[in-house]
Structures are given as structure tokens and as C-alpha cells.
């Protein structure tokens, strides 16, 4: 498709942003509905509507993430997921058939850096308004392509939530690059409470599941590990895709 032929794509999105007392959660508003954002392409057989994220991070530096790469764990990692919209009508539904195509997540790895993910710069601008569980604030004209680093490549596997009751539900997508946040995010980060404000308990930070063995799941990937000669780094072949579900998206 040649460029003068694409129409822009509203990929922003409403709803609440909330302290769940387990994490800083977002989820779209059925008070506000906006144009449903559609996940496809890739490893993906189904179309996924977006339905919520999560967000994971460390008291320290040294961990947060719930994936590590070579055993490294990064101080974050902002988790977007979708229900299969093909098969179900809403994220309960396709969670109670546990079945591995009914949920994708999307696991964006955060690194630290001095420029902030413009995606991210909106989230964090309330949580002052959510420092304690079940505190909660509208957000508006959040864009879920925002919050994703400019690259089509990934590692995916089947696997579960990572919340009770950890449904085997889930097709795991890896990024292959991190988004950035800046040290005073996080700051404001660690500052949110497990608890209500009467009872606040231990800060939020460290609301991550260490990472599990693979348990013989299958690794893949679009990336290439053979190198070319004069290349440092392998190539990366095709893509996933985000989209409104009016965006008529050419063929991967």
C-alpha cells in the first residue's frame, strides 16, 4: 500500500487509571468508549481487541521485570493485553475457556534513560492521584502504539497470566527493545502504596513474579541469529502490527 493511499489511525484510547494494590493498572472505560484497538499480524492467527495493561517495576535498579534477557532483569516492564475478539465477546469470557489463543500480552521491557516514552509521560502524570489501593483516575487519549519501542521484532511463547489465578490463557509476546523512564518517574513510582490510605502496608515496587523455567514451551521468534559477515547484530524479519478495527492493514 503506497503511503498518498494510508489514512492516519487513532490508536488513543479512555479509561481508568487505577492502583489495583498488586499494580498501576489501565483499562479502557466502557464510559468513554473510543475506537477499539486491535492487535494482529505476526505469530497472531486471531485478531485481539486491547483491554487493559499492567505496569511491573523494582524498589531498585537491578529488577522489576517479569522477563530477563540472558538472566538480566530490567528496572521495569509495561504489560499490554488483549482478548481474542474473533472468538469472545469480552477479556472474562475468553480467560474462563483457557485455551492459548484466547489472550495476548504484549511484555514491553523499561530501561532507565534521561528522555521519558511519551506514552508512559501520560501514565505517570497522575499517579499522584493513585498512590493508594483502589484510588483510581479518568486518562484520555492514551495511545497503546505510544507506548511501543519502534521495532517489529519478537520472541513469543504460550504461557499464563501472572496474577492469581494464572490462567493458561496466554500467547506472550516479548518486544526486542525497551521503552525509556526517567529516574523521577520512578521515584513517583515507588512512592504508590500496597494499601489504603488508612492502612497503606509496604510500597507497591516489586510487584513481579520472578521468572519460571520454560517447562519444554517452545521459544520463537522472527528474529534471525545468523549473522551476516561485517554485521554485528542478526536480522530481523516481519512484524506484528497495531490497528483501529477501521484501518484496513496490508497483508504482512
Known amino acids: 500500500m503506497k503511503n498518498k493511499r494510508c489514512k492516519k489511525v487513532n490508536t488513543q484510547v479512555s479509561g481508568i487509571l487505577s492502583n489495583t494494590g498488586h499494580s498501576v ?12 484497538i486491535n492487535i494482529s499480524g505476526g505469530p497472531l492467527s486471531y485478531k485481539y481487541r486491547f483491554h487493559e495493561l ?33 472468538l469472545f465477546s ?28 511519551d506514552g508512559l509521560r501520560i501514565l505517570s502524570s497522575q499517579l499522584s492521584q493513585i498512590v493508594y489501593r483502589g484510588q483510581e483516575v479518568p ?26 489465578a494464572c490462567h493458561e490463557s496466554v500467547t506472550w509476546l516479548v518486544v526486542n527493545r525497551p521503552i525509556y523512564i526517567t529516574q523521577q518517574q520512578l521515584y513517583i513510582l515507588r512512592k504508590l502504596m500496597q494499601g489504603d490510605e488508612r492502612n ?22 522472527n528474529i534471525n541469529f545468523i549473522r551476516e559477515d561485517g554485521k554485528e547484530c542478526p536480522n530481523m524479519h516481519r512484524n ?13
Open 200 to 221: 497503606p502496608k509496604a510500597p507497591l515496587g516489586n510487584n513481579f513474579r520472578p521468572p519460571l523455567l520454560l517447562n519444554r514451551r517452545a521459544l520463537r521468534s
Open 25 to 36: 493498572a489501565f483499562r479502557v472505560s466502557e464510559l468513554h468508549p473510543s475506537v477499539p
Open 54 to 86: 499492567h505496569l511491573h517495576y523494582g524498589r531498585t535498579d537491578d529488577k522489576g521485570s517479569e522477563h530477563t534477557v540472558s538472566g538480566t532483569s530490567f528496572p521495569g516492564e509495561l504489560q499490554i493485553y488483549g482478548y481474542n475478539s474473533e
Open 90 to 117: 469480552n477479556f472474562s469470557e475468553a480467560l474462563a475457556l483457557c485455551r492459548s489463543d484466547s489472550i495476548v500480552a504484549i511484555a514491553v521491557l523499561i530501561q532507565i534513560g534521561n528522555l521519558s516514552n
Open 139 to 164: 486518562l484520555h487519549h492514551v495511545s497503546i502504539q505510544g507506548l511501543l519501542p519502534a521495532t517489529p521484532h519478537f520472541v513469543t511463547y504460550e504461557g499464563s497470566l501472572t496474577v492469581p
Open 240 to 252: 506484528m502490527r497495531y490497528q483501529a478495527n477501521t484501518w484496513a492493514s496490508p497483508a504482512p
